[in-house]
């Protein structure tokens, strides 16, 4: 348990005349009394040693036999609330504990007062031991005293006070939308709530407040944001509580990419810098294409702390590829350094994993003699593949063949696994960058037709679109679209068309530029994403 950053006064009552975080603060030789949890007890014969607790931190209390309250203590169950009262003494400078708050001080009991006496617990509180998910959600009270869950619930709190600050002070305006609202298709099921004043008609619960918002803006509110509840009825995800789950929601006016860039960039790096405990890579952040993303990570959400990148093939490496058997439209390599030290099973388990995938794995170990199949390849490819990628001797070369689809999500696991195998990737940190100029529609699988892209809604018009990601799969993983659709409300004109950035994330981060072409006031959409619809369309 630590104690919190910011000291809160709090008045004396009958129960406590101090909190225990705050407890230092008072002479060694006061009286003091404190109110709170009995966290562990350790009992040595003639001396027993209680671990008060309350939500500030935890103190460690001493009753020695003969004490009017040693009886007491002995048949005191642990988590039992009590009020204890005695003398604060200094630690011997052998017994102090640094890991406490309070581990220099202890309290000299004289008084317990049982408040309410703890029956058997269904699992240890003290301690971070492995419990069921069912036994923790049946016993919910107690598993919010657990160290772990409440410094989790503290630091949601503490992330969406920093939140606010931020947005505060960017000139944004806090926004509360109705819950209780009209059907707004939004890619899930709505969650429905009949109403009783209307027989056989039902409320809907908000996916995200994305026509509220809207009215905002239009009414000249310029900048919004909220911590906004969203209610989706879909199955659970990795990375999502099923049903609902909050995200910071912000809405803008004469904005365009960069501004978004400029506006977003202080507020992660600052809550991600002062809450978490990683290293956070400072704005700006790096700005990859899709294009990019897919050819050099194999992946529309790059992981920077991996250094691996793939490479292309140049066309007359290729042919020569060609004339020897290795047969593939899409052409990918990636050299891992080091790499000669893994095992001959290490590389047929990534050959047999691509070729389950429907591609073709090929490898070159550059030693003195060269291994792989690519061993038995001509020089002149084996040479052109070592100055390709600049090749020293204990380096090995992945080259990757098949369609593209297939390759690429080989390719991904790939460079991953390579990466893991020879411990490149960078530890205790966070690598941000913005993913831009997403595809409005991607080639079907079965024709030559477009189809739009899974992370485009539908669209009346072209617009370019950005995405967000982290490069920690545990934490911020957000997606931006700037998209233009038809609203169906009657709040918005039917005729009237909006453009907006909006990010989804893993946490919850949420955040859109609204333009509106009915209203002249806003500011134009991003460039068009060009090359990727046809002309008709895209006028």
Not at 311 to 333: F, H, I, N
Request: glycine share 6%; net charge positive; charged share 20%.
């Amino acid at each position: 348990m630590t104690s919190p950053s910011r000291t809160v006064s709090v008045p004396s009552s009958p129960y406590r005349s101090h909190r225990v975080g705050d407890v230092s603060n008072a002479a060694a030789g006061a009286r003091v009394r404190l109110a709170g949890w009995v966290h562990r007890k350790r009992s040595l014969g003639s001396v027993i040693f209680l671990e008060l607790r309350d939500g500030t931190g935890v103190v460690q209390c001493v009753l020695e036999q003969g004490a009017a309250a040693f009886e007491v203590a002995e048949q005191l169950p642990l988590e039992s609330v009590v009020s204890v009262a005695g003398a604060l003494a200094l630690r011997a400078e052998r017994a102090r504990n640094p890991r406490l708050a309070t581990g220099e001080i202890e309290i000299h009991l004289d008084a317990i007062e049982v408040l309410s006496r703890a029956a058997q617990l269904p699992f240890p509180i003290h301690e971070d031991s492995p419990v069921p998910e069912e036994l923790r959600l049946r016993h919910r009270y107690l598993d919010l005293r657990r160290a772990r869950t409440r410094q989790n619930v503290l630091l949601r709190a503490r992330v969406i006070a920093r939140l606010r600050e931020l947005m505060a002070a960017g000139g944004f305006v806090e926004f509360q939308t109705p819950i209780l609202t009209a059907s707004s298709p939004e890619g899930a099921r709505d969650f429905l709530v009949p109403s009783r004043v209307h027989p056989g008609k039902c409320y809907a619960l908000p996916q995200a407040p994305q026509q509220f918002k809207q009215l905002l803006m239009v009414a000249g509110f310029e900048r919004y944001f909220q911590i906004a509840p969203c209610f989706r009825d879909e199955d659970a995800r990795a990375d999502r509580s099923p049903g609902e789950f909050y995200q910071l929601d912000i809405e803008m006016a004469f904005a365009d990419e960069q501004a978004i860039f400029a506006m977003i960039e202080p507020v992660l790096y600052s809550v991600f810098a002062e809450l978490g405990q990683r290293q956070v890579s400072a704005p700006p952040f790096p700005r990859i294409t899709y294009r990019e993303a897919l050819e050099r990570y194999a992946s529309d959400k790059p992981d920077l702390r991996n250094p691996l990148v793939f490479s292309s093939v140049p066309a007359d490496l290729a042919a020569s590829l060609l004339a020897e058997g290795l047969a593939g439209s899409t052409w990918r390599v990636l050299l891992a350094p080091g790499a000669a030290r893994l095992s001959r099973r290490f590389f047929e388990e990534r050959a047999n994993a691509m070729r389950q995938a429907g591609g073709e794995l090929v490898w070159l170990i550059c030693s003195e003699p060269e291994r792989g199949p690519l061993a038995r390849s001509s020089a002149a490819v084996r040479n052109g593949l070592r100055q390709l990628l600049s090749a020293a001797t204990g380096d090995a070369i992945f080259l990757l063949a098949g369609s593209a689809g297939r390759v690429q999500r080989a390719a991904s696991e790939l460079r991953g696994t390579v990466a893991t195998a020879l411990e490149l990737v960078q530890s205790g940190c966070h690598r941000f960058c913005w993913v831009v100029d997403f595809p409005m529609y991607e080639q079907a699988a079965s024709s030559s037709a477009t189809t739009p892209s899974p992370c485009r809604r539908a669209a009346s018009k072209p617009c370019a679109a950005t995405r967000y990601r982290s490069s920690h799969t545990s934490t911020i993983s957000c997606v931006t679209a700037s998209s233009c659709r038809a609203e169906r409300s009657a709040i918005i004109a039917p005729t009237s068309c909006s453009r907006r950035f909006e990010s989804l994330a893993t946490t919850r981060l949420r955040w859109s530029a609204a333009s509106a072409e009915c209203c002249p006031h806003f500011a134009t959409a991003p460039r068009r994403t060009a090359g990727l619809l046809p002309a008709s369309i895209a006028s």
